[in-house]
């Protein structure tokens, strides 16, 4: 029941969707959907989070509205806020930092659209900013629809995704090594400002990406912001195994989880990596009461909000096909391989399986957690859930995607944190001052 | 001497230099050079300008450390602090719209290194943040030692720069206009989060940018974030009289700045825009104290501080050209065309038709304010300069480059700011809460 820090911890991050993270959610009647422009309401949300100690908030991105199912975007904007209109979530968590003191602060940045010299200091000012809390999530990006904001008709394919990422997050992590620790001599009398001498050209060279460097930005807080990746693709997993220090993934199931869990820890030793250097993180949506009957009220009084064609609208953007072209009363036919995010089709197909769902029963049912884990009950319920995950080799911690925001944040942070804090399960107080002191995580 | 909102008044912007605009600054004692990656920092400059009731903070860029001359970065990194490390500006002004209140908040991004759609999502966001408080200073970078940091060995020629700036920010303002203002519903009850028929493509379609759009994020508060520009060669004039509301531009004598503004003006008018629609700031270096005696002392001891190798580096990146193939103690020969900013060579050329320097001359004088305007003397004597020139068609505010800082900028709004409010050419107190607002520029 010791909560020293040499006890493996449960690390929890938020999902910080503006109203939750079912489509519907905005339409609940104790969400403030139109609050997603004022830093406010993101202070009182981030605030919230770091009251209930969490580890770090995290960003999603998405490079414009998605616009696949039924190639217009009028089942986006009319049903789901968050897919719809947000503000850009790297800039969001700068403010986010400024007006926080101890949570971590991660965003999403695609490695398709931008470039290594932008991303590395944008997150190294962060991490500066933050006092060294930052993160950035890694994405490949999975939609054409994306790539037209971009000057091109469509995305790389998935294996060249993967090559131009790799390149990225070489260049940007030489470019975050350019200074070493101690380069700044601030030296007035002298007259030397920094010593040349432990500042470095980057020379990257690759296929996509060249950059020289340095950067003009020196050596941050945390040496390098926290890579977190989530891709669950054979490439995806080779990539996470090698450059992430946190995974997120949707796993269903126990099971599912715990081999991937394996899968991963085995890939990150094989690429000569410590496997506790590698966080792993699934999605999982708390549904949380005083009571399981409760919660299942909340439950069932969100599936009632859903538009179901918010859900396919999802599914089509996430695997980048568009599913309106098969009849809503019926079954999804087997798909060829699609384009866009290929684990979440192969999750759906194993879901398809077992139940008999028509296409419009799945997009009720998709627009709920997206194919994540739900843990709906008591808060000891939900503890039981995540201790039984994180004690049985499923998880490092969870990657949290509240249903209805703020309340469900509320209830989880009120009802659930002390429970696994009485378990000895989660920390009772930050013990440390950076993302990575937060995870466990040495300074590279 | 009513300070009524009718009567014109001086518009100040601060150039938020972290130790000040001289390259030596960093040395005296009074700076505290090592705070540039602390946010508290931030705080306290930006607090003060605001408290000044100056209309915005605002922050250059430059893309990687220079090293134009002689091909190394050491002369930079040894002697100009602000080139060497720094946050980075978009970045920051983020944190900085999260901490302050009333004051504009504007930042350089340029148009050759990064995706039009990118920039008006930042933007977007910081005017959303800031309560419409963000502006864009557009760049088209003139330095090749910056393309290097983007996969190219050169910048495209100044011609071309300018080709791309164009479709950059015509496709920017594209996305800012792809939502109108009221396309946002949060209509709960009967399911319609914002309104497909007031949500555009933007359908862009240039040489160097296709951009579909639309825009993930709703209108902001100004309708688009103010625009400021810079050029002064010929592209960049016709560039600014087409697109900047606000223009900063070196200008060393009350005739030059006339003749700049009479310019400016009519061309702003000859594309159909009213000329109170285009701001006029030149930078100028304001050294001042209680006495004008007092004032030159510390105009002095700043110069002695100054290392001539910076200026020549610093100089030397700003004309892309490596100014040490020419010897020290010889004085500049006339040089061929320069690929970067060619309106900075041609004051330069200028200056030196009638002050015989030497090289290593030249270098000192430049790192003090770059042919900036220098208004040195008591306060009477700075504000009566900033009177001539307002009054004297020369300009409709500037944009304060201040030697020393905090110092510089702390005398400045104790006993410049005090002496145009009794004279009635500056704001008593902020009359409205966006940058626009400030600046008397209509929401477009």
Redesign the interface.
């Known amino acids: 029941m010791s909560s020293s820090t040499a006890q493996r911890i449960i690390h929890l991050g938020v999902f910080l969707d503006v109203s939750g993270h079912y489509a519907?959610a905005?339409?609940?009647?104790s969400t403030q959907?139109?609050r997603f422009?004022d830093?406010s309401y993101y202070k009182q949300l981030a605030g919230l989070a770091e009251q209930g100690k969490l580890d770090m908030v995290f960003l999603s991105d998405?490079?414009?509205?998605p616009d696949v199912y039924g190639n217009?975007?009028?089942a986006t904007?009319?049903?789901?806020?968050s897919?719809?209109?947000?503000?850009?979530p790297?800039?969001?968590i700068?403010?986010?930092?400024?007006?926080t003191e101890r949570i971590g602060i991660a965003a999403t940045s695609s490695t398709s659209?931008?470039?290594p010299?932008?991303t590395a200091?944008?997150f190294?000012?962060?991490d500066?900013?933050s006092g060294g809390r930052a993160g950035w999530n890694v994405v490949t990006s999975t939609s054409d629809?994306e790539a037209?904001?971009?000057?091109r008709d469509r995305l790389l394919d998935h294996e060249a995704r993967y090559e131009r990422a790799q390149e990225f997050i070489e260049a940007v992590t030489g470019l975050w090594d350019s200074?070493e620790d101690g380069a700044?001599l601030?030296d007035?009398a002298g007259?030397?400002?920094?010593?040349?001498a432990k500042?470095h050209y980057a020379h990257y060279q690759g296929n996509?990406?060249?950059?020289?460097?340095?950067?003009?930005?020196?050596r941050s807080p945390q040496g390098r912001p926290v890579i977190i990746q989530a891709g669950s693709s054979e490439a995806g997993r080779d990539f996470a195994a090698r450059f992430a220090e946190v995974i997120f993934t949707a796993q269903p199931t126990l099971q599912s989880a715990q081999s991937f869990y394996a899968d991963m820890k085995r890939r990150a030793a094989a690429k000569g990596r410590s496997p506790e250097q590698v966080k792993i993180m699934p999605g999982v949506m708390p549904i949380v009461a005083e009571s399981e009957a409760e919660a299942r009220k909340i439950e069932a009084s969100l599936s009632e909000?859903v538009?179901p064609l918010a859900g396919l609208a999802l599914l089509s953007d996430q695997i980048n096909y568009d599913l309106s072209v098969h009849p809503l009363d019926e079954p999804l036919p087997e798909l060829q391989t699609v384009t866009g995010m290929q684990s979440r089709l192969q999750l759906v197909s194993k879901m398809l399986q077992t139940e008999r769902l028509t296409l419009r029963e799945l997009g009720r049912f998709y627009a709920g957690s997206r194919m994540h884990r739900k843990a709906v009950g008591s808060p000891e319920q939900v503890a039981d859930f995540m201790e039984e995950w994180f004690t049985g080799g499923a998880c490092d911690g969870f990657n949290l995607m509240f249903p209805i925001v703020p309340d469900s944040m509320e209830q989880f942070i009120r009802l659930v944190v002390p429970e696994l804090q009485r378990r000895g399960l989660f920390r009772t107080e930050y013990t440390g001052r950076t993302l990575r002191e937060h995870l466990g995580l040495p300074r590279p």
């Open positions: 519907s905005w339409r609940h009647p959907a139109g422009l830093l998405r490079y414009g509205i217009r975007f009028d904007v009319r049903s789901i806020s897919s719809s209109a947000k503000l850009d790297v800039t969001l700068t403010a986010i930092a400024a007006i659209f931008t470039e010299f932008l200091r944008q190294a000012t962060i500066h900013l629809n037209r904001n971009f000057s200074w700044l601030l007035k007259g030397v400002f920094a010593d040349a500042i996509y990406f060249q950059v020289r460097g340095p950067l003009d930005v020196p909000l538009d």
